[in-house]
């Protein structure tokens, strides 16, 4: 029986694999956002119960968690919820926007460790990176 069992969360795993694979990794929708874990129940839990039995074990804004148990091979995954764009309020800052535009401008002017070599002539044809 144990064997069994193996296969089957071997199979399951497989089954899982390609769902996540098709939700998450195609080529419309490049999200991560399914993650999935089978496992052997212990005897003691299998025992007694019916044998499929879905639960919703968390449901917040976050994330969906839910649990399937197949006979003595419990199945639980998880569905993380994202906040949408139209939800959030994003407040700019002109004043940071100046000064990050400044700083940009004045890291992308000319070297003047170069300029300075080429007038007086010391150049003889090598470059020196400011870096």
């Known amino acids: 029986m144990q064997t069994v069992n193996k296969i089957t969360v071997a199979l399951i795993s497989m089954v899982m ?3 996540k694979t098709l939700r998450c990794r ?3 929708r490049r999200t991560n956002d399914l993650n999935y874990d089978v496992f052997l129940l212990d005897e003691k839990y299998a025992v ?3 044998y499929y039995v879905k639960k919703l074990m968390l449901d917040n804004e976050y994330e969906r968690t839910t649990a399937i148990k197949l006979g003595n091979i419990c199945v639980s995954y998880s569905i993380d919820k994202f906040v949408l764009a139209s ?3 994003h407040k700019f800052n002109h004043v ?3 000064v990050l535009a400044r700083d940009t401008i004045n890291s992308h002017n000319s070297n003047s460790t170069v300029v300075q070599l080429k007038r007086e002539g010391v150049d003889n044809g090598k470059r020196r ?3």
């Open 17 to 19: 694999n390609v769902i």
């Open 96 to 98: 940071y926007a100046n």
């Open 48 to 50: 007694g119960t019916n």
């Open 129 to 131: 990176s400011s870096t």
């Open 26 to 28: 195609t080529f419309l």
């Open 87 to 89: 939800n959030t309020t």
